[in-house]
């Protein structure tokens, strides 16, 4: 089953605005990390944030990590049509051997409209 | 550096036929992924390796597929016999060790397999 669920499904919205993105997930983890997707492409990873860490910027997008709910966000400010794209979280699981194991959400579906 | 490569693109074959997937990683990148996307059940862990060696095949839906990475610049998925609901998108993705505590992973351009 999937570890981590994004809200909302989709979003739409106009140039200029911003767009908010929530994921929750069940289990503990050791880092949280969100993916965009461009139609028939790749995921390009966007932004992590480690389990110690409660807010992280980069450039236009801001990402909130709060453990004691289990959640996170992902704000994208001053969005443009370019930033149309699926948004995926990904919850960072640590096993023996330091390894990472991902396990990402369903998405969402972000259209900005110019 | 180029990215993840990963060929073919695009796969149409017919049921019961066999697929190979191909994938090179990011030089220097310690892990490799396997991952299928479909619509119904999103983006699922196939198989990683580490170092070449295969560390977790859990995902793996059953004996008709097989992984290998026999050298850290290439790695196959094959499917044999392939049916139907097979039919997806695979990613090849890659990261560097977790010595370095850098998690991220880079994915490749995906091959979108139909199976006929």
């Known amino acids: 089953s999937q570890q981590g669920e994004e809200d909302p499904q989709a979003l739409s919205i106009q140039e200029g605005e911003n767009a908010t993105m929530n994921c929750s997930y069940k289990?503990?983890?050791?880092?949280l990390q969100w993916y965009r997707q461009n139609s028939g492409r790749g995921l390009v990873h966007l932004i992590l944030?480690?389990?110690?860490?409660r807010e992280k910027h980069s450039g236009r997008l801001r990402v909130t990590l709060d453990t004691s709910k289990k959640s996170s966000s992902l704000l994208i400010t001053a969005s443009r049509a370019a930033d149309t794209a699926s948004y995926f979280c990904a919850t960072g699981l640590m096993f023996s051997g330091g390894y990472n194991k991902l396990i990402f959400g369903a998405g969402t579906r972000l259209a900005v409209h110019p | 550096d180029a990215g993840v490569i990963q060929s073919p693109r695009h796969e149409v074959t017919e049921m019961g036929q066999e697929v190979t997937l191909r994938c090179k990683p990011i030089?220097?990148?310690?892990?490799l992924f396997w991952y299928r996307q479909t619509m119904m059940r999103g983006l699922e862990l196939l198989i990683y390796f580490n170092n070449n060696v295969p560390i977790d095949d859990s995902g793996m839906p059953e004996d008709r597929f097989s992984a290998k990475m026999p050298n850290a610049s290439f790695s196959t998925l094959k499917i044999q016999p392939s049916e139907p609901r097979d039919s997806a998108v695979y990613f090849c993705a890659s990261s560097l060790g977790t010595s370095l505590r850098r998690y991220e992973q880079y994915f490749g351009p995906g091959t979108r397999l139909t199976v006929t």
């Open positions: 289990t503990s983890i050791n880092n």
């Open positions: 944030i480690r389990s110690n860490e």
């Open positions: 030089s220097g990148h310690d892990y």
